[in-house]
């Protein structure tokens, strides 16, 4: 149980379009999602606390009119990437956190791979 | 605020070597301390994790780690390493509501 998913696995987009990543929780609700970037060689990076229902916490430094997130379902959060560029070619990395579970583990989607030509 | 400090970026053992990977962590209250396993290319797999009581936990494929609050430490610890468990290994550290602070990570490459 507990299975996080993400789409796409890998995304090959050119400067100035906008892509989107969904995360779903497979088979549990979860009360929080989260997004992170981590870059090659490097750790994970929070990037925004995600609550459904609500706006998304977006941590120091990270610019939210570009990293649009949407939590529209306890079991789907969107991130968009608006008007790419390649420095934000990156591994973006969601977790979800299981509703009604007392210890709040995580649980980490595949990953998605975009690359900004 | 909450901090993990894995000190070796790289270690190299022999396959059926045991193996220990540090983890330091500075938090607050008490931790909840993880350990992730990520193969190259995706996502994080949770080994195991420690939230209270015993203070040596056991995790998925043979890998355990021991809390020591005196220490700040959550070293994990695999006696017999196998070729598969070349990986990036992270400690990681969570308060409340999940929101987790990871470590730079450890490479670990095994030796046939």
């Known amino acids: 149980g507990a299975v996080v998913s993400q789409h796409p696995s890998r995304v090959i987009c050119k400067s100035g379009t906008s892509v989107k990543i969904e995360c779903r929780s497979l088979d549990f609700q979860a009360t929080t999602m989260f997004w992170y970037r981590q870059f090659p060689k490097q750790s994970l990076m929070l990037m925004a606390t995600?609550?459904?229902?609500?706006?998304?916490?977006?941590e120091q430094g990270v610019e939210k009119d570009k990293f649009l997130i949407n939590h529209a379902s306890l079991t789907l959060s969107t991130l968009t990437v608006t008007s790419a560029h390649p420095e934000d070619s990156s591994f973006y990395i969601c977790?979800?956190?299981?509703?009604?579970?007392?210890?709040?583990?995580?649980?980490f989607g595949p990953g998605t791979r975009l690359t900004v030509l | 605020a909450q901090s993990v400090t894995q000190p070796d970026i790289h270690i190299t053992v022999s396959e059926g070597a045991s193996l220990e990977l540090r983890c330091n962590y500075s938090y607050g209250a008490t931790p909840y301390l993880f350990w992730y396993v990520q193969s190259p290319g995706q996502g994080l797999q949770l080994l195991l994790k420690?939230?209270?009581?015993?203070?040596l936990v056991q995790g998925i494929k043979g890998f355990e780690a021991e809390f020591k609050r005196s220490q700040s430490s959550f070293n994990l610890r695999k006696p017999s390493v196998h070729w598969s468990d070349a990986a990036e290994y992270f400690c990681a550290v969570a308060g409340r509501a999940g929101k987790s602070t990871f470590g730079d990570g450890t490479t670990l490459t095994v030796k046939p």
């Open positions: 420690y939230f209270s009581g015993d203070t």
């Open positions: 977790s979800a956190t299981l509703q009604g579970s007392s210890t709040d583990t995580q649980y």
């Open positions: 995600s609550n459904e229902g609500s706006k998304a916490t977006y």
